[in-house]
């Protein structure tokens, strides 16, 4: 199998896993808000899979791609420094589970944005316990019939 | 005057003043970007004026409004919590100069979004000067012929 038809088979698994955890409305017919949720959670499956190929799978690789983590110190803008933003990402778990809870959706023509309460847990290469919340925001383009990631920001909550 | 017709001539005001400070095309026709990058700055200008007026009038008041402050504990989401927020984030200021630079501008059909560094300077209630550098996502929507913002969220830099 070639690496994009790899990298596209685990994002459709993701994809996949993901609906079918995910209460159907009883009409056959799907919201486009249905959609951006389903896609905002295989976003969070791809983020624990820490494999950077099913991230890449949902990102278009454009120079409008952008993201902000809770260790950035300046935006990253353009697909390939977003890439390298989340190699760095997945570097700082040795294991890690990632969701967000209630999500906030908008959908505006081809559009959508999706902000909430991240909550990752996991371990660090050291063998730290991960217990970490962050807020998010996400911005989706829907492109074909796919709704793409295109902006990921995410930021910790600052000391009390 | 009633007070909404002194909030926007507020806020036009500010806009007004933005768009004099800008250096314009040669050609009449403004692009999309360039009057995002108004309404962008027209933010920051209603920030450092800490309005709450000036900044209501560039927000829809919707339910889908959300704010995340680098002080936020949860997302600010609907125009009345969204409003709260910022009367919170001005109450931390006796005065403050915000603004973006180089901001990482993108339009996508009715929906615009830029991300960018912020740099806050001014001094708080207790005398103590201001000089903070934050992480910014604004998200705009094109209502009318005017962008209006319908999300903020900025981070603050994580302790290095």
């Known amino acids: 199998m070639r690496d994009m038809d790899r990298r596209s088979a685990v994002a459709l698994g993701l994809a996949a896993a993901v609906v079918s955890a995910i209460p159907r409305p009883a009409a056959a017919q799907t919201s486009e808000a249905d959609a951006v949720r389903v896609a905002n959670a295989t976003y969070y499956a791809a983020f624990s899979s820490r ?4 991230m890449e799978a949902l990102w278009p690789r454009t120079a409008a791609a952008a993201a902000v983590h809770p260790f950035s110190r300046t935006p990253a803008v353009g697909w390939e420094a977003v890439r390298r933003s989340y ?3 997945f570097a700082r778990f040795a294991e890690v589970s990632a969701t967000m809870g209630e999500p906030h959706i908008v959908v505006h023509q081809g559009t959508a944005w999706v902000v909430g309460t991240e909550t990752l847990r996991g371990r660090r290469p050291n063998g730290e316990a991960v217990n970490v919340t962050a807020l998010a925001t996400n911005i989706l383009e829907k492109q074909g019939d796919r709704w793409l990631v295109v902006l990921h920001h995410a930021s910790g909550l600052a000391p009390q």
Chains 1, 2 share one sequence.
């Open 51 to 54: 494999d950077i190929g099913a």
């Open 87 to 89: 190699e760095e990402a």
